[in-house]
């Protein structure tokens, strides 16, 4: 199979990102779940934040997914599709509800409670694989949230890279592992690791790699143990990331941000670093863009923020390494 890199790049690249997204309820900012009056009404989805913050990048994208005919399923199809992504992929189910998650701030962290069992996305299978909306697509991104939801979904996702039923299907695959515990009923560690072994693009955190395949002191660790992507991202919190292709690799921190909110994070850096390695070879260009696009998430209670100001994009992705590490994001 020949790398997504090494092939000329598409003078228009679409990406279609298939997966959950939940009507999404959250308490005022510093409240509990349990002492909150009121909600405020959201939504919240890993694969639809990554295609509106490509939206958001002037990036063709689409999102692939499967709602309840109930108005949350309208209201989650409605607000991606306001940020500009292309929804004509997405499923109605009229006998399964669309997915709901509670979001329920702590003092050090923000608990999430999900009811998503039996859901119309959790219903979906290796035949939307078949959409045109996948296979038009430049590039199919995923995450290892959606072979949580079912058995099916879990066949959907070994299906496109290539882990079931034959030769790997196309478009390429972007996967990022985004491992969630709650949704596991058994250690998924050796089921993700083949996924994602299997992927072209992989983005992966640190953390998650120790919790899943044991001690990862370093990015180079995590290489070993994915030595088959043709792109691997190894993203270290507030550290920085580390982008790995072929022989070459990068190494960019991160940038000193006034955090709002850590939930939606890492779906922007995806977004960002897609959006830049798509248009260039530039390790170090797409790596910032990650970094500046997750800025967006940090600085917002919400999933997906605006991005900073675009004179500020350019020029922190062209900045010197020492204006680069100096930088800081203004609150917004």
């Not at 295609?51 to 607000?79: C, F, K």
């Not at 515990?181 to 299997?198: D, T, V």
Request: charged share 20%; proline share 8%; with cysteine.
């Amino acid at each position: 199979m020949t790398p997504p890199a090494t092939r000329p790049r598409p003078q228009h690249p679409t990406v279609a990102c298939l997966g959950e997204t939940m009507a999404s309820l959250a308490p005022a900012a510093g409240t509990s779940l349990q002492a909150a009056d009121q909600l405020h009404l959201d939504i919240a989805g890993a694969e639809s934040n990554v295609a509106m913050y490509l939206a958001d990048h002037g990036v063709a994208a689409r999102w692939v997914s499967s709602v309840g005919d109930d108005p949350l399923g309208h209201l989650v199809r409605h607000r991606v599709a306001q940020a500009g992504v292309d929804v004509s992929g997405v499923h109605t189910d009229p006998d399964r509800p669309t997915g709901v998650m509670f979001k329920d701030p702590g003092p050090n962290a923000t608990r999430v409670h999900y009811y998503r069992r039996g859901s119309a996305a959790a219903a979906m299978t290796s035949a939307v694989l078949d959409h045109p909306c996948v296979t038009t697509a430049s590039l199919l991104h995923l995450s290892g949230i959606t072979p949580a939801l079912s058995y099916t979904c879990r066949d959907l996702v070994r299906t496109a890279t290539g882990l079931c039923h034959g030769p790997r299907r196309r478009p390429a695959v972007s996967f990022d592992v985004n491992f969630r515990p709650a949704l596991w009923r058994n250690p998924p560690g050796a089921f993700l690791r083949r996924l994602a072994n299997q992927a072209d693009i992989v983005f992966v955190g640190l953390d998650e790699a120790a919790s899943l395949w044991g001690r990862c002191p370093t990015a180079d660790t995590v290489r070993a143990l994915l030595p088959r992507p043709r792109i691997l991202v190894v993203k270290d919190g507030a550290v920085g990331a580390t982008a790995y292709c072929g022989g070459e690799s990068a190494f960019v921190p991160a940038l000193a941000i006034d955090v709002v909110e850590v939930v939606g994070a890492g779906d922007a850096f995806a977004a960002g670093f897609l959006a830049g390695v798509l248009g260039s070879d530039d390790l170090v260009r797409a790596l910032r863009l990650g970094h500046l696009t997750a800025a967006a998430a940090l600085r917002s209670s919400g999933d997906h923020g605006p991005l900073p100001q675009a004179d500020l994009v350019e020029q922190l992705l062209t900045a010197d390494t020492v204006d680069w590490s100096s930088a800081r994001i203004p609150e917004m």
